[in-house]
């Protein structure tokens, strides 16, 4: 089996088993046809080596990705394996073997606790729309959420 022939049932795998958003099954898409496809597409999935990775890899790396593009990549063609392994029952490289790349440490900036008060102290609760503001506010603080999700959330 080539790994194109893989591409299709496995997103329709994300889509109806592992029940991923709509948004990232086009993500998973958008890399297998822009990158998975066109460079190891038409290798046979019993005769992908570690060497065929890394050649992959050096590709990505003369195109100028970042590490964190070429991190989600890999990781999208390591879910492609072990994909192949335990759905589709066919023998080929492990996802072990395929090493991610180093993304480096975050910069997480982390607000002083004078400075969460300064920010609070400075959204006015005397209207409808401050007030609301305010909640949303203290809600990502104490939670960590991010915007997305908060905004997303079921009021």
């Keep these: ?31 297998c046809r822009t990158w998975i496809t066109p460079l190891l597409g038409e290798y046979d999935l019993e005769s992908l080596t570690a060497v065929d990775i890394m050649s992959f890899k050096r590709a990505m790396v003369n195109k100028g990705l970042s ?17 192949c392994i335990e759905i589709l029952k066919v023998h080929t490289l492990d996802p072990k073997e395929v090493k991610l790349p180093d993304r480096g440490k975050p910069d997480v900036l982390v607000l002083s606790p004078e400075e969460v008060q300064k920010l609070l102290a400075n959204i006015s609760i ?15 603080l104490a939670t960590g959420m991010r915007i997305s999700e908060a905004l997303s959330m079921n009021r």
């Design 126 to 140: 005397d209207t409808y729309s401050g007030s609301r503001l305010r909640a949303l506010v203290e809600l990502l």
């Design 67 to 83: 590490p964190s593009r070429q991190y989600s990549i890999i990781i999208t063609l390591k879910t492609i394996l072990r994909f």
């Design 1 to 31: 089996m080539k790994l194109f022939q893989a591409v299709e049932p496995y997103l329709i795998y994300c889509q109806v088993e592992k029940l991923n958003s709509p948004q990232t099954v086009d993500k998973y898409r958008e890399v």
